[in-house]
């Protein structure tokens, strides 16, 4: 199987540098062999790139959701592989929480965790599937399309 960090070359991705916390939080916390990330949102150069809800009439496209939520895991692979020493060392993905910031009547929170979930299984193959959640809430900090929560094991 080819490692993650081969795949990412293959795939022409470069991990963007870990964002720091902006509260009273840890980015990462590992307990024994899994990995637990705070929340991570579409940050780009450290601003919010991703931003309003998703939905009609007055919010943003479904498309636009999935591309925040592809920033989402870019950063979230940031953080974890800063905090275990390279993304190598991720051995499954766990667990996936897509929160979306959504309008009245959108329904399509899976739509677009589906672009967390098929970068993760791009990224690590079989040992990118895992267990997943999409929800929708009326609104995420700093007015984020997108926060992501991802649970890994360890090798």
Not at 52 to 71: C, H, K, M
Not at 84 to 102: C, E, M, N, P, Q
Not at 120 to 125: K, N, R, S
Request: hydrophobic share 45%; charged share 15%; aromatic share 6%.
């Amino acid at each position: 199987m080819t490692r993650p960090s081969e795949r990412l070359k293959q795939l022409n991705i470069a991990l963007p540098p870990a964002a720091r916390p902006v509260g009273a939080y840890v980015p990462a916390l590992r307990w024994n062999d899994m990995l637990l990330l705070s929340g991570q949102i579409p940050l780009q150069e450290g601003r919010v790139a991703f931003t309003a809800p998703v939905g009609e009439p007055e919010g943003r496209s479904l498309e636009y959701a999935q591309q925040a939520a592809r920033l989402c895991t870019l950063n979230a692979l940031a953080v974890a592989a800063e905090a275990v020493g390279g993304i190598d060392h991720l051995a499954r993905v766990l667990k996936l929480v897509v929160y979306v910031a959504s309008c009245p009547g959108f329904s399509e929170q899976h739509k677009v965790a589906n672009a967390a979930s098929e970068l993760l299984v791009e990224i690590f193959g079989e040992a990118g599937k895992h267990a997943r959640a999409a929800v929708g809430v009326s609104q995420l900090p700093l007015n984020a399309t997108v926060e992501i929560d991802l649970t890994f094991g360890l090798t």
